[in-house]
Each structure stands twice: as C-alpha cells, then as structure tokens.
C-alpha cells in the first residue's frame, strides 16, 4: 500500500506520515512536489492514500487542502495526525550578518513573521514547495543562504542551526489528515468531518444548522468557511465534531441537516489523535 507524503525527505508532512503508520503494516511512503499532486495521487489511484497538512494552530487553515478535498469528491478523510512543529533557522554557516536570504514553505514563514522582522528585515523571504526542500535548496546554493526547516532536515542535508525554535507561538502544532479511500469502522473515539452549503441566504441559516448539533450534545471542533468561488459572499462550512457518523446520535443529526441544506457531504469519520491534544 502506498501512501503519499509532501517531499522531499525530511518535512513535517514525512514525520506525520511515519506517525500515522507506526501502528500499521504494509505501507510504503512515496515524496510528491506539492499538496495538490500529493492529492491527486490518491484521486487517480497512483496512491492508497495521503498525508496533508490542514491546519495550523499559528497560521490557520491550508486552504489548498480543503478546496481539494471539496473537487476530488471520490476521497474522504480517513485519521488524522497532531503535530508538534519546531522551526530552526538553518544554513551553511552560522553568522547571522552574512544572511542574505531565507528560504521556507509560506506557512513556516508565516509562523517565524514575527521573528523574521525582528532580526532579518530587509532579507529575502524566499517560498519553497515545502521546508524540507528549502534546506535542499540552502545546501546546494551560497553560503548567504538560510532556509527555515526541522532539525532533522538540517541533518539530512548537512546544515548547521543558526537559532532554534524561531515559532512566534509556543505550542505550535500542525493537524494533518490522511486523504484516501473509506470508510472507516468506528473505535469509539472518532470524530467526523463534513462540508455544507446553507439553502438561501436568509437570517438563522448557519444557527439552524447548529441547533442540531447542540440538541443532541454533540461537541463541534471545528467550523471553517471557504468562498464557493462563484459569488462574492457565498460560502462552504466545514464542520468537524466528535463522534462516527454511524453512531445513532450524529446520524440523527446528519438526516436533519440533509433537509436544511443546499448541500451536505460527509468527508469521512476517522479514529481521532488523542496523543498531542490536550
Ligand atoms: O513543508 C513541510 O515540511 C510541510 O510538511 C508543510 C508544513 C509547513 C509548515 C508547518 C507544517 C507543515
């Protein structure tokens, strides 16, 4: 079985990907160029499955990740991995007065902003496809070049740390979903991911939607929306709770949205990560 990861060796998306099949057998992991292919992959069955980042506790949602998910309506989200996620500045050298330029993928340089502004402003920020390519990048260029990545990439690719832990926040972490083929039978600790269109645009739409979930007591996640992309102001909702959509509970609460909304897609239920969540 083959499972797809954002390359090359050495991302955050690698070490989510080794987590999610530490307890499994029988998977190979396989480096893609970006989420969209990675995604791809898993749609044209070149893939079993995939490993995506989706959200970030600094930087927010990948909003490529979700819009994928909504096109490619064969997959569905089948577990999901919490990661902790440490920047270190990175490079050939480890003076930083010779900085001239700093690679990373955007979302790693959007969780250092601040510490990029306080101690390289005027630099170059550079994006890359992902972190693990930035140091790929750093190693094979001068050495006024610095990339943002884990301390394993700088192992990897024999660079040294400039400055450790460069995240704005504490306690970032990065939630990353595995994309394949379900469903997936419940364990008891699951939690289920949908996306919705309300009917028309009228007061109480999103409320109405909510009420169910607050009748039956089931605890949301997560709700995002994401442009439809056909009018200014029209939405799609993604609704995380907890529970299988199998379970009596959430099943009446999904045949009650089914007659209040537009649309209603169940995106997959799939065994929660309880390890690095508090
Ligand atoms: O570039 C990587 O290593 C990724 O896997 C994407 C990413 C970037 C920044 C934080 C978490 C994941």
Redesign the pocket.
């Known amino acids: 079985m083959k499972l797809g990861y954002?390359g090359p060796q050495g991302?955050?998306?690698?070490q989510?990907a080794q987590r999610w099949i530490a307890d499994k057998a029988g998977w190979e992991l396989v480096s893609y160029e970006s989420i969209p292919e990675v995604i791809l992959g898993v749609a044209e069955k070149r893939l079993d499955a995939a490993v995506v980042?989706v959200e970030?506790s600094i930087e927010g949602t990948v909003n490529v990740t979700l819009d994928m998910l909504v096109e490619e309506k064969s997959l569905s989200i089948i577990g999901e991995v919490i990661l902790e996620?440490h920047h270190h500045l990175i490079g050939k050298q480890t003076d930083w007065k010779r900085v001239q330029a700093i690679y990373s993928?955007p979302?790693?340089l959007a969780?250092c902003r601040g510490f990029l502004r306080q101690n390289f402003q005027g630099v170059s920020l550079r994006t890359a496809a992902?972190?693990?390519?930035a140091a790929r990048i750093v190693a094979s260029g001068p050495d006024s070049w610095a990339a943002i990545?884990?301390r394993f990439a700088a192992e990897l690719y024999g660079l040294q740390v400039l400055a450790e832990n460069i995240e704005d926040y504490r306690g970032n972490k990065?939630r990353f979903i595995t994309v394949g083929r379900g469903p997936v039978k419940p364990t008891g600790k699951d939690k289920t991911s949908m996306v919705l269109a309300l009917p028309q645009d009228r007061p109480g739409g999103l409320y109405r939607v909510l009420e169910e979930f607050a009748a039956e007591e089931i605890n949301l996640t997560k709700i995002e929306s994401r442009p439809t992309k056909k009018e200014l102001g029209e939405y799609l909702f993604f609704l995380d709770c907890e529970g299988h959509a199998t379970d009596p509970k959430l099943s009446r609460v999904l045949d009650r949205l089914r007659r209040k909304t537009a649309l209603l897609r169940i995106l997959g239920s799939y065994p929660r990560d309880m390890g690095e969540q508090k």
């Open positions: 954002l991302t955050f998306s690698q989510a980042p970030n996620v993928h979302q790693a969780q992902s972190t693990a390519e990545s884990s990065t």
